[in-house]
T-cell receptor, first 113, second 108 residues
Framework: KAGVTQTPRYLIKTRGQQVTLSCSPI?????VSWYQQTPGQGLQFLFE???????NKGNFPGRFSGRQFSNSRSEMNVSTLELGDSALYLC????????????FGSGTRLTVV | EDQVTQSPEALRLQEGESSSLNCSYT??????LFWYRQDPGKGPEFLFT???AGEEKEKERLKATLTKKESFLHITAPKPEDSATYLC?????????FGKGTRLHILP
């Protein structure tokens, strides 16, 4: 059974650029969440999508946006990159978070220079 | 403000030396408390969900418990392969808040 797939695994961007990260959830999972992980702040919730609708949003600036497609695949976009956006971005999908929690991908390591 | 605090930040144990990790939370209307394990370079791996005070769940050498203010992850007779960062997360309302984790290192 395929897990959550995130692409690319590593990315280096320059300040001011924009970036799009992709996440393919486990087949059948309709909920997709995005997290930012840094050594100082730990895992911070960005947003959650369910059936193409944003269900919940964390406390991040509007430069961070996302969307979900009809096949449940999701993308996250960060515009006008800042050095502080360097982090591991994790995507997680869920069939039933009550019982199974979230299944995380291995993440995209974004470095902004 | 909802908050999740894990302690200790790091823990080194000898193989076979049992211990407990703590997760304190202040969350309005807790719906669930998650525990995850994270290995370097990988995403977190789901371990348990606890829903109400008094609940316990076990998996191999791990047992998670929940009170009204904190959760504990007990590790019995750990092995080197249990070395990882253990994360807890509260689920309240529709927000999930992660603690910063406990880095556990089991020495052979």
């Amino acid at each position: 059974k395929a897990g959550v797939t995130q692409t690319p695994r590593y990315l280096i961007k320059t300040r001011g650029q924009q970036v799009t990260l992709s996440c393919s959830p486990i087949s059948g999972h309709r909920s997709v969440s995005w997290y930012q992980q840094t050594p100082g702040q730990g895992l911070q919730f960005l947003f959650e999508y369910f059936s193409e609708t944003q269900r919940n949003k964390g406390n991040f600036p509007g430069r961070f946006s996302g969307r979900q497609f009809s096949n449940s695949r999701s993308e996250m976009n960060v515009s006008t990159l800042e050095l502080g956006d360097s982090a591991l971005y994790l995507c997680a999908s869920s069939l039933d978070r009550d019982t199974y929690g979230y299944t995380f991908g291995s993440g995209t390591r974004l470095t902004v220079v | 403000e909802d908050q999740v605090t894990q302690s200790p930040e790091a823990l080194r144990l000898q193989e076979g030396e049992s211990s407990s990790l703590n997760c304190s939370y202040t969350v309005s209307g807790l719906r669930g408390l998650f525990w995850y394990r994270q290995d370097p370079g990988k995403g977190p791996e789901f371990l348990f969900t606890l829903y109400s005070a008094g609940e316990e769940k076990e998996k191999e050498r791990l047992k998670a418990t929940l009170t009204k203010k904190e959760s504990f992850l007990h590790i019995t007779a750990p092995k080197p392969e249990d070395s990882a960062t253990y994360l807890c997360a509260s689920w309240g309302g529709d927000k999930i808040i992660f603690g910063k984790g406990t880095r556990l290192h089991i020495l052979p």
